[in-house]
């Protein structure tokens, strides 16, 4: 079931001037409201890439044209982008319905009351439709094409190298994840090694003072009359050694593996640090890619455009 009330919107463009060319013209006035037309929402807006499903368009033909005939358009604006409504839709499928039918922008233009009528040349001494005066306006026009070709290219260029700068930014956020992959895997060891030797070191030093102990406890023990009991100087030995136990001082290997372990940490702290610094300059680059592409979409729609209202009038 359509959306779109077909005698409302013939009844708002009854006096628009393409919408009244179209109507008159029976080669193509039944081409006023297809299936996509009635199946728009009249409280919806579209954006550009929603509006070229409806009129089957390309993206950058949709912009191309809004930018032609942005006065008859008249598109809503957010910020950078276009919002279109039902009848911003409606206009561009007008004006697509005359260009298909050999129709030019300017000759559009002139129908609006926006262009004023062209006086008419030799036909063999035109381009793209409009009247060339004299050398000097061919000149002129040869020079504004070289400095397009020109800027197409540098654009090209600058496309290029921003791709080749992300990739080589993304093949570094590789090498250093697998660098980081491997240094946590070397710090696991080390720590598992510290921690073994550790384990040694106090089941050595537990073990050496066992063998003091029982060796001391063999010896008589002092009384005083030969009755009373001296405090045994093992009794000593026993807390010192036991203090001993608790706090083990760090030997040479303990300080090395400790070490080689804050090292890789600190390797492993810059990397990841370089991995974020990475993807926000990857980021920046997307950024301008994406202001790249619509400038190269705009060189591609104007030629191709060009080419074919060239096309229609040879």
């Not at 005698?7 to 393409?18: I, N």
């Not at 009244?20 to 297809?34: G, Y």
């Not at 009755?227 to 608790?246: H, S």
Request: charged residues 35%.
């Amino acid at each position: 079931m359509a959306n779109i009330d077909v005698s409302l919107l013939e009844d708002k463009f009854k006096e628009d001037p393409l919408f009244i060319e179209i109507k008159s013209r029976a080669d193509i006035d039944d081409e006023l409201f297809p299936e996509s037309i009635k199946n728009m929402y009249p409280d919806r807006e579209y954006s550009t890439k929603e509006a070229r499903g409806i009129l089957n368009k390309p993206d950058s033909t949709v912009r191309y044209y809004i930018n032609e005939l942005k006065d008859y358009i008249q598109p809503l604006r957010n910020g950078r982008n276009f919002r279109l409504t039902v009848t911003h839709i409606f206009r561009l499928h007008l004006v697509f319905i005359l260009i298909a039918a050999g129709k030019t922008v300017h000759d559009l233009r002139v129908n609006l009351g926006l262009d004023i009528q062209r006086v008419e040349g030799d036909q063999n001494n035109r381009i793209n439709g409009n009247p060339i005066k004299n050398q000097k306006q061919l000149i002129a026009l040869m020079q504004e094409l070289s400095r397009q070709n020109q800027l197409l290219m540098n654009q090209s260029i600058e496309y290029r190298q921003l791709i080749h700068n992300s990739n080589l930014k993304r093949d570094s956020i590789i090498k250093h994840t697998i660098e980081i992959q491997k240094k946590m895997i070397e710090k696991e060891k080390l720590q598992n090694e510290l921690s073994e030797y550790r384990q040694q070191k106090r089941r050595d030093l537990i073990d050496q003072n066992l063998i003091k102990l029982l060796t001391k406890s063999k010896q008589p023990q002092k009384k005083i009359f030969g009755i009373f009991p001296v405090k045994n100087d093992n009794d000593g030995d026993i807390d010192n050694e036991k203090m001993l136990i608790n706090n083990l001082e760090k030997d040479d290997k303990e300080k090395s593996l400790e070490s080689n372990i804050k090292t890789l940490e600190d390797d492993i702290e810059k990397s990841n640090k370089d991995i974020i610094a990475l993807e926000e300059s990857i980021s920046a680059l997307n950024r301008q890619l994406e202001s790249k592409d619509q400038i190269l979409e705009s060189f591609i729609s104007y030629k191709e455009i060009a080419s074919t209202t060239d096309g229609t009038n040879k």
